[in-house]
C-alpha cells in the first residue's frame, strides 16, 4: 500500500480499531463490522490494533496478550479481509519486526523527535505516521517528517492527537491541521486520544467519549485528510484506553454524518 492508495477519495480515509489487540476473535469481528461500514460509504480503510502498549501509568496496566500472537492476528486481519493495518512501534528494534506484519507503522506521540525511531521506521519502507507530541507546536512536526525523508522513505503522515492543557486535559487547535498539510503530508486528526484525560490521581487516564461527535465534525469541516478512532463494542470492558473510545455500534451512524459534512464542505 502507498499512500496515493488512500488519497483516492473527495472524502477521508479511516484508521480505526481497537486500542489494543485483546484477541482474535475481538479484532476479527471489529474489523469485518467496520469494513462492512466504510465500504457502504466509500470510505478507504486502515484497521488499527497496537500489538503492545508500552506507554502505561501503572506497572499492572494491561500491556498486551504478547508481541508475536497479537502481530500474527494484525496480519490475519490484513489476509481475511483485504484492508491494510497499522500498529505503534516503540524501539528501533521494533521497526523491522513489526514491518512483517502490517502496512503502515505509527510513532507514538511521546516519541515523535526520536530521530533512531523515525529513522529505523522509514527503513523498512512502509509508510510512516507521526503523531504530534502533546508539546509540540504543529510546525515542529516538520522536522519529524523531513527525518523519514532523509532516511530515504517519503510516505509520511501526519496525526494531530491534541496538546497539553493542564496537567490533566488535551485541546485541539484545529489551526495546525492545514499548517501541517501546508507541509505537504496528508494530516490525520485522531478523535478519541484528543479527548484523553491523562494524569488522573487513580493513574488510569479519562476521558471525554460524549465530545467524540464534536471533534470529528471540526476535523472534517477543516479538511483533515483522514480521522483516527478508536472503537470497542463494550468500551467500559476494554482492556485499554476504554474511557475515551466510541462503542463500535455509534461508529456507522458518525461515518454517515461526517460524509455529509465533507460533502458540504467541498461544494463550498
Known sequence: MIIKDLEKTDRFFL?????????????????ETILKITDELSIPFIFKGSYRK?????????????DERALKILRKVRET????????????TEAAVAAEYVDVLQIPAFLCRQTDLLVAAAKTGKIVNIKKGQFL????????AQKVIDAGNQQVMLTERGTTFGYSDLIVD???IPKMQSFGYPVITDITHSLQQPNQ???????LPEMIETIAKAAVA????????E???????????????????????????????RAAAMSI
Not at 508500552?54 to 504478547?66: E, H, L
Open 174 to 176: 484545529f489551526r495546525g
Open 231 to 261: 472503537t470497542h463494542p463494550n468500551p467500559s470492558e476494554a482492556k485499554s484506553d476504554g474511557a475515551n473510545m466510541l462503542p463500535l455500534n455509534s461508529l456507522a451512524p458518525l461515518l454517515r454524518k461526517l460524509c455529509r459534512i
Open 222 to 229: 477543516v479538511g483533515s485528510d483522514g480521522l483516527f478512532v
Open 15 to 31: 484508521l480505526a480499531g481497537p486500542c489494543v489487540i485483546e484477541g482474535e476473535k475481538m479484532a476479527m469481528e471489529i474489523a
Open 201 to 207: 490521581a487513580s493513574g488510569v487516564s479519562g476521558g
Open 81 to 92: 479481509f483485504g484492508v491494510p493495518t497499522v500498529t505503534d512501534i516503540h524501539e528501533t
Open 137 to 144: 507546536a504543529p510546525e515542529a512536526m516538520r522536522f519529524a
Open 54 to 66: 508500552a506507554n502505561r501509568s501503572r506497572i499492572d496496566s494491561f500491556t498486551g496478550i504478547g
